[in-house]
């Protein structure tokens, strides 16, 4: 694995590997990588010729600071686990790399209301910090694909809807989440929680198992009330748990017993938010 971090080397590189008529597979992370990345890796590999991850904590996408402070940084473990996975370039960037004038929010991607909803509402900016850089990323690196984890389910129908616009022949692949055997999403926020909180965590899993079991057609009020009561019981501060439609995650309050649905948790232990999603009816 050769590691760029210059845009200049890696296009040189990546020029190259264009004109041998090569494919390349592209996987934008935020480090502190785990076996969830490294199946996007593995998958990309399958795939293409070329396997290109990047890692790069995105300033613009923390709405919180202490979260992007706090991030977890493991660059050494990162290209361990890369070279054993035979990724073939690492895209590293500094910061001025990538946001060369400055870390300025003035491009508005248009990807509609997807963004007011879920973590669209509590993390005001987020998506569109997302955006910028997966946007900036996609601009150097030109993939033929992209891998995205379904962990971040809204985040992915984001940057299917900017890809759309910016990048219409991009091919979009989404892998599924890798867990913990506890049920736990694995995650890199994870590595912040004690070994205790890492196995009340899967209460998460757990909740996601409980809508899945019990949703009805009819309202869901009830359901989605009673797995916010169980959450918050197992000391969770809950951002939000909601079920939507999977293919526009329009959020839903009755179920018809027949479109596909997704349910979606947001939830705080101690200081560390947590996400995760599964489909509950397909
Ligand atoms: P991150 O480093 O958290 O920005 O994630 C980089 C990519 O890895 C995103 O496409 C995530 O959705 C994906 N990812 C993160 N966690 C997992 C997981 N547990 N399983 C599969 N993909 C994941």
Known sequence: ?????????????????GAQGLSTGFVPT?????????????????DTDIVVCSIFVNPIQFNDPEDFEKYPVTVDADIYLLEKAGCTILFLPAVEEIYPEGLKKNVQFKVGFIETILDGKYRPGHFQGV???????LEIITPRKIYLGQKDFQQCMVIKKMAAIYFPLLEIIICPTVREI????????????????????????????????????????NLLQTALQN??????????????????????DTWDGKEKTVALIAAFLDEVRLIDNMMISE
Not at 34 to 44: E, Q, R
Not at 131 to 137: E, G, I, M, P, T
Request: hydrophobic fraction near 45%; charge should be positive.
């Open 231 to 252: 959450l918050q019981a197992k000391g969770f501060r809950v951002d939000y748990i909601a079920i939507a439609n999977a293919h526009n995650l329009q959020l839903l």
């Open 30 to 46: 935020m480090g502190a990588l785990h076996s969830g990345h490294i199946s996007l890796i593995a998958k990309a590999k399958k």
């Open 1 to 17: 694995m050769i590691i760029y971090k210059r845009i200049a080397d890696i296009q040189k590189r990546l020029m190259d590997v």
């Open 131 to 137: 955006c910028q850089v997966v946007h900036r990323l």
């Open 182 to 221: 506890s049920g736990l999403a694995m995650s890199s926020r994870n590595k912040r929680l004690t070994a205790t909180q890492k196995q009340q965590a899967s209460e998460i899993f757990k909740t996601l198992l409980f809508i899945k079991k019990n949703i009805r057609p009819g309202f869901l009020n």
